[in-house]
Antibody
C-alpha cells in the first residue's frame, strides 16, 4: 500500500523556522515528483511546492517562493519542507502528496496524501 | 481568494444526482486537460476521485464522473449516498501554478 507520513509540525513563534518531513512507503519513491500542499482552517487546499523525482528540479507557488525550501533524500524515501520567516497566515495543516504518474514534473493530480502535520504560528 | 470558483454548497436527496461546477480561465482549466477533483471528509486528508478531467482512480465508484466545457469543469455524483457527504475541491494544472477551488460542501437531505 502506498503511504505517506508527515512529521515535524507544532507551535512555532512568528519569524521562526521549522523543517517538516514526509516518509514514503509502498512505491518507488525516486520516479515520482512529490509535493507539499497546505490547508488553513476552513479554507481549501493550497499547493506550495513540487520537486521532481530524480534531477531535483523545484517549483514553488508565489506564496512559498523565497521563504520555503523543498528537498528530498531518495536514499531514505523522505521528502522535506523547510519553512522560514513564519507568519500568522502560515498556520495550516501541511500535507505531502504524490503526483499520480511517474517520470513527470507536471502536477497533474495528487493521488496519495499523508495525514498532515499541523503548524501553528504564535505571536 | 481561490483561483477556481465553486459553489459554496449543494444538497440532494439519497438516490438523486447532482453536479458541482468549477470555473477557471483559459490559463488553467481551459488550457489543460489536467483537472482533478478531491473528496475531503471531516478530519481527513483529501482523496483523489477524478483526474485528467474524467478518469477515475482504482476503487472510486463509477457514480462519480467528471467533464469539462471551456473554462469550467464539472463533477457529477449519481445515486447519492450518505457516505458522499463531504467537501469537494477541484484543482487544475496551470503551467507553473496549481490552483484549487474554494470547496463545495455536499449535504444530503
Amino acid at each position: 500500500e502506498e503511504q505517506l507520513s508527515e512529521s515535524g509540525g507544532g507551535l512555532i513563534q512568528r519569524g521562526g523556522s521549522v523543517k517538516l518531513s514526509c516518509e514514503a512507503s509502498g512505491f518507488t519513491f525516486n520516479i515520482f515528483a512529490m509535493n507539499w500542499v497546505r490547508q488553513a482552517p476552513g479554507r481549501g487546499p493550497e499547493w506550495l511546492a513540487t520537486i521532481s523525482g530524480s534531477d531535483g528540479s523545484t517549483y514553488y507557488a508565489d506564496s512559498a517562493q523565497g521563504r520555503f525550501i523543498i528537498s528530498r533524500d531518495n536514499s531514505k524515501n523522505t521528502l522535506f519542507l523547510h519553512l522560514n520567516s513564519l507568519r500568522a497566515d502560515d498556520t495550516a495543516v501541511y500535507y505531502c502528496a504524490k503526483v499520480e504518474r511517474p517520470y513527470v514534473d507536471w502536477q497533474t493530480a495528487f493521488d496519495v496524501w499523508g495525514h498532515g502535520t499541523k503548524v501553528t504560528v504564535t505571536s | 481568494q481561490s483561483a477556481l470558483t465553486q459553489p459554496h454548497s449543494v444538497s440532494g436527496a439519497p438516490g438523486e444526482s447532482l453536479t458541482i461546477s468549477c470555473t477557471g480561465t483559459n490559463r488553467d482549466i481551459g488550457g489543460y486537460d489536467f483537472v482533478s477533483w478531491y473528496q475531503q471528509k471531516s478530519g481527513q486528508a483529501p482523496r483523489l476521485i477524478i483526474y485528467d478531467v474524467d478518469k477515475r482512480p482504482s476503487g472510486v465508484p463509477d457514480r462519480f464522473s467528471g467533464s469539462k466545457s471551456g473554462d469550467t469543469a464539472y463533477l457529477t455524483i449519481s445515486g447519492l449516498q450518505a457516505g458522499d457527504e463531504a467537501d469537494y475541491y477541484c484543482c487544475s494544472y496551470a503551467g507553473g501554478d496549481v490552483p484549487f477551488g474554494g470547496g463545495t460542501k455536499l449535504t444530503l437531505l
